[in-house]
């Protein structure tokens, strides 16, 4: 049986393919990617890497032939209707390739919102996926625990950490929805189910406060910050309009509780628990001599 994996060059995929050669012969799995040549040394290991764009179908279907289980790993590309259209055409491919199980990871909170490209790419992705006639199984995600280590590295430098307070959010680690995924992906069944990858504990950013705090073995005190003045902390970076939208969107969505959710899902297709905040300040503060000795 083939195993097939979107995006592989990239962070997801990378770690997806890390968790599914743990747990599968490298001959059965295949890469798709549109950066092959970044993928050379697992083709001396015995995997297959397939070029395949997103930004070009005609080329997908080809690189999907063969494969019965597949990953769609969501495209990082934000403008407006862009991933839809990347994603319902990869579905598309998939099916007329003959893939008989199609898993793709979306976003926990998934929903029609044309004022959200994020939730609502998602949400498109996951109807197109349902309605395909292919096997499918969907892994929705919660925000990204990564995204918190440059904040805690600026908190241990300044002594306080900002942030808009707002609701709590289950804060999950790439690698453990990776580890998730390839337990989908490595495994019989999981048909017709939504998953839900989050961290052990929803958090509130107070609550992250005190985790760098605790890591780092020294206080770090809360400082709220306005809409506005992240509003004007991320217009001063110079993004795009539409970058600038999605990220204001999304984090407005998580103050409103979108990401409250905390379920075993990871330990249940991963093997092992999800790692908490705590623990991962406790790691990656470690690794960047930032946590207490």
Do not use: C
């Not at 309009?241 to 103050?255: C, S, Y």
């Amino acid at each position: 049986m083939k195993l097939g994996i979107t995006g592989a060059a990239g962070q997801m995929g990378a770690a997806l393919l890390r968790d599914t050669l743990a747990r599968v012969p490298a001959s059965s799995v295949v890469a798709v990617t549109r950066s092959p040549e970044k993928l050379e040394r697992l083709s001396t290991q015995g995997v297959e890497v397939r070029a395949g764009d997103f930004n070009q179908p005609a080329s997908l279907e080809a690189a999907f032939r063969g494969i019965e289980r597949l990953v769609i790993v969501p495209t990082p590309d934000l403008q407006p209707g862009l991933r839809r259209q990347q994603q319902s055409a990869a579905i598309r491919a998939a099916v007329a390739a003959g893939v008989r199980h199609v898993i793709y990871i979306s976003t926990v909170s998934a929903r029609p919102d044309p004022n959200n490209e994020l939730f609502d790419s998602h949400f498109a992705t996951e109807q197109a996926l349902i309605q395909s006639g292919a096997r499918w199984t969907i892994l929705r995600m919660s925000i990204y625990m990564d995204t918190l280590l440059d904040p805690a590295k600026r908190a241990l430098a300044s002594g306080s950490y900002a942030a808009v307070p707002g609701a709590p959010a289950a804060y999950v680690l790439r690698e453990d929805i990776a580890a998730a995924a390839a337990g989908i992906l490595a495994a019989p069944g999981h048909e017709g189910i939504t998953y839900h990858a989050t961290g052990p504990v929803s958090v509130t950013q107070e609550q992250i406060a005190e985790a760098v705090s605790q890591a780092a073995g020294k206080k770090i005190s809360f400082s709220p910050m306005s809409e506005a003045q992240q509003r004007a902390g991320l217009e001063a970076a110079g993004l795009p309009p539409f970058i600038l939208n999605a990220i204001l969107g999304f984090q407005a969505t998580l103050r409103a509780g979108a990401f409250d959710l905390v379920t075993a899902d990871v330990a249940r297709l991963a093997g092992r628990p999800a790692s908490s905040p705590a623990e991962f300040f406790a790691r990656a503060l470690a690794a960047s001599g930032g946590a207490r000795a």
